[in-house]
T-cell receptor
């Protein structure tokens, strides 16, 4: 079956530090890969996505590259801000019965301190 | 533009009471709709999804049910709540045949 494994948190960084959150996946076929972000008390927001091998998704200074050879989709940001404090979820999509279903990792909580 | 609404935002219910959570989508037609539950420390669990009016697929057997009485309305229900039903319930939508899902603000349910 499909699965997503994320590095366990929480991750605490100082402002302007470099961020990496590891994500690896197991899937049949060629899934699309996503990063979602959840701010405290809110729903999930799509951060970025990639649909095929070697694609790079990017948004708001965050980047992730679809690596099929290592089945990975690590999230990176060069300089984090306090406002980036949130829970980050890696996910993959697989189709079934006319609908795409997302399989999520357990989430990584990021805290950025001034 | 498309927007997704959920209500109520928070709910506290006693064990054994009924439940009805509502989700509506605006600005699109014939969306796929999804219900997820997020329990503390356990990530997101897909509960139900729907590709059209009256069409519901269940992912996890439990005391919850879902209905889609209108094209852009998705309802999550229970006849008798359990303590284990506590959690954060998220509704999501996607374009028909597309893989990107967009989430609502969620409902925080506490069963006492």
């Amino acid at each position: 079956g499909n699965s997503v494994t994320q590095m366990e948190g929480p991750v605490t960084l100082s402002e302007e530090a470099f961020l990496t959150i590891n994500c690896t996946y197991t899937a049949t076929g060629y899934p699309s890969l996503f990063w979602y972000v959840q701010y405290p008390g809110e729903g999930l927001q799509l951060l970025l996505k990639a649909t095929k091998a070697d694609d790079k998704g990017s948004n708001k200074g965050f980047e992730a590259t679809y690596r099929k050879e290592t089945t990975s989709f690590h999230l990176e940001k060069g300089s984090v801000q306090v406002s980036d404090s949130a829970v980050y979820f890696c996910a993959l999509s697989n189709s079934g019965a006319g609908s795409y279903q997302l399989t999520f990792g357990k989430g990584t909580k990021l805290s950025v301190i001034p | 533009s498309q927007t997704i609404h959920q209500w109520p935002a928070t709910l506290v219910q006693p064990v054994g009471s009924p439940l009805s959570l509502e989700c509506t989508v605006e600005g699109t037609s014939n969306p796929n709709l999804y219900w997820y539950r997020q329990a503390a420390g356990r990530g997101l669990q897909l509960l139900f999804y729907s590709v059209g009016i009256g069409q519901i697929s269940s992912e996890v057997p439990q005391n919850l049910s879902a209905s889609r009485p209108q094209d852009r309305q998705f309802i999550l229900s229970s006849k008798k709540l359990l303590l284990s039903d506590s959690g954060f319930y998220l509704c999501a939508w996607s374009y028909s045949g597309a893989d990107t899902q967009y989430f609502g603000p969620g409902t925080r349910l506490t069963v006492l």
